[in-house]
């Protein structure tokens, strides 16, 4: 007779051995996802190496041929600017190193920097706008006309543009001394420029910018940047504005901002990649050509024509 206990203990032994079957089970499939994971995981970590490996090759590729272009470059653009003067602005977000590589460039072009501005982060913060509207129109010397535009950047450009620049009719000066001082006083004391001790007009201009603008109103105040440096164009014999590779071509760029233009890229010759030995030959280049009344999209980017003037086009 089969007894309660009898029942009771093979109950219990079918559920210890299925315990014991998916226990093994498990361990097996574990083994075999770990071993699968583990081959894959260790695909990835070629890949990865591969690729590092060709980023480093790539990097040092693109070291040399920067080195390159620094050694060479002031033969490349000896005599472009024979005997010429140059206007340098900076925005808030140019670097320094890529201003002072850059004059250096111009003067082995033969040419002379006779002024320095610098636009501080007011001069495109669009809560100060209208402050700087006003400023400009109360600062405007005699004779000088503002456009007929009611942003704050071309109008900044229609004042600031002939205190830099000598007149292209007859390469005089379009304002009087007393008259540039007394406007370039004003706007620093509003906060929207510093200006080198004793700037004196010069026949071509170069607007040296960042990259992309980011946060609020990001393509508000590259578009301040990008008005003001095409009107400074209109202003003298010609302008470059040029910015770096980290976005200045971008739409929330200046440059971008000035080549969705076709009005601007008519006269304003712009340069993306400013912050490489190659890209400051461009600009320097690149003004030259303004002297032959010509514009052009030079760099690295997308939008760019040319990596540099005489270069075949894309």
Request: charged letters at 20%.
């Amino acid at each position: 007779m089969i007894s309660l206990r009898y029942h009771i203990v093979s109950i219990a032994a079918v559920f210890l051995a299925l315990a014991v079957g998916v226990v093994l089970g498990s361990t097996t499939l574990s083994r075999t996802l770990l071993s699968g994971l583990s081959a894959e995981n260790g695909d990835l970590g070629s890949q990865v190496s591969a690729l590092e490996e060709q980023r480093n090759a790539l990097n040092a590729r693109l070291g040399d041929a920067d080195s390159y272009a620094t050694a060479t470059g002031p033969s490349v653009v000896r005599g472009a600017l024979d005997k010429r003067t140059v206007a340098i602005v900076t925005t808030a977000d140019a670097s320094p190193v890529d201003r002072d590589a850059l004059k250096g460039l111009v003067a082995a072009a033969g040419a002379t920097v006779t002024a320095e501005l610098n636009l501080t982060e007011a001069f495109t913060d669009q809560a100060r706008a209208d402050e700087l509207r006003e400023v400009v129109t109360r600062l405007l010397p005699a004779g000088v006309q503002l456009p007929t535009a009611s942003d704050p950047g071309t109008l900044a450009g229609g004042l600031l543009g002939p205190l830099l620049l000598i007149s292209k009719a007859d390469n005089q000066p379009q304002v009087s001394e007393a008259e540039s001082a007394a406007a370039l006083t004003g706007l620093t004391e509003g906060g929207f420029v510093e200006a080198r001790p004793d700037p004196r007009p010069a026949q071509l201009a170069i607007v040296l910018t960042g990259g992309k603008a980011t946060g609020d109103a990001a393509g508000d105040r590259a578009a301040t940047v990008a008005r003001f440096a095409t009107q400074v164009d209109r202003s003298g014999a010609g302008a470059v504005l040029a910015g770096t590779t980290d976005g200045s071509a971008d739409g929330t760029g200046s440059v971008g901002v000035v080549r969705a233009d076709t009005a601007a890229t008519g006269i304003l010759s712009t340069v993306d990649n400013a912050d490489t030995a190659a890209g400051r030959v461009a600009v320097v280049l690149a003004l030259g050509e303004q002297l032959a009344d010509k514009a052009g999209r030079y760099g690295i980017a997308g939008n760019a024509q040319a990596a540099a003037p005489g270069a075949p086009t894309g």
